[in-house]
């Protein structure tokens, strides 16, 4: 072996090391790996993922001890070096990727110096592969409210249906479907489209149709219809959103939403005398004050009974410093999102509503001007038990 012109001790470590790498003897039998088997994030193969969004590709290194290890990073042939981390124990890529395929190759040589380069070839390389398949993207979701959370049968109930796509490419051929309380099936919608976006204009009954949003861009739907006296206790609506063919949506847990009302049946209707459970000019003063919500109790007064869930009122705005509107709801419920009356500066307006009682027999009044005050006038003129 001295003619070959290396000391003995050299040549044997050479072809040790190739005889590691080549394999054929021991564990592992097709050689040692410098990249770890079973850290490929993710597996190698074909990845198919949202384009236009980072994405990560990583994988444990098993560095020798003596010696280093030269990684490479390609994509399509290319090395790269933007988006690369590399330690002694493991190395990742990131990719940003317009849509497209593209073949990500690492590459992880053994840069020994027992070996010479020339004569181990590829032995001392070691490699992984993944085909991505980067496809257009488009964050999808619904948002759906009740202008209730409770309702008496025989009163309006509004839905709201708000469609967006936070990007970050357009939808254009997205499915948004929704059904309607069971009672109310065939309830009048209309839509309302952001710049870029299209969406049927109006129309009735459950949702099924194609529509097209921007990234960036909103749908806002408005359904409306009356319940019916024979409805349940519950009323349920549900909405979903679903991307165009060959576009990926990388979030769905906000592709669907459902909404419950509550529902107060009418046992039955009994007429009072018209009679007045609130005047803010006299025994209720002051005035409402712009922002602010005030209860007043309404059972045991003016021969309406503890049993009563809800009353039938005439209610009279005057003397307003500013325009805006009340809104009348049960003491145990939010604000609803439509007003009982409205009004502009120094009118004196009136009108009427059923309005459900809280558990203490109360109605809660929320004055939304932006500023000022108004007086309120409520009389009573029959009651729902």
Known sequence: MRSLGSSFCAVCAQSYVLRLYRGGWGTPAAGIDTIEPGTESPAPGTVVVPALLPHTFSVGLLTPTLGALNVTWLVNGVAQSSGVTTSSTATSFVLTPSPGIYTVLLQVRDTTTLVNAAMAGTSLQRSRIWTMDARASADLGVQLTASRVSVLAGQPLTFALTVTNAGPSAATGATVQATWPTPMPAMAWTCLASVGASCPSSGGGALSHSVTIPSGGTLTYSASGTVPATAATSLTATATVAPPSGVLDPVTGNNAAQVSVSVTARTGYHTVAPCRIADTRAAEAPALAAGSTRIFAVTG???????????????????????????????????????????????????????????????????????????FILDVNGYFE
């Open 301 to 375: 007064r003016c021969g309406v009974p503890s049993s009563a869930n809800a009353v039938s009122v005439n209610l009279t705005v005057t003397q307003p410093t500013g325009p805006g509107n009340l809104r009348l709801f049960a003491s145990d419920a939010p604000a609803p999102v439509v007003s009982a009356i409205n009004w502009s500066a120094n009118q004196t307006r009136g009108n009427n509503a059923v309005v459900r009682l809280g558990p203490s027999g109360n109605v809660s009044v929320l004055d939304s001007q932006t500023s000022g005050s108004v007086h």
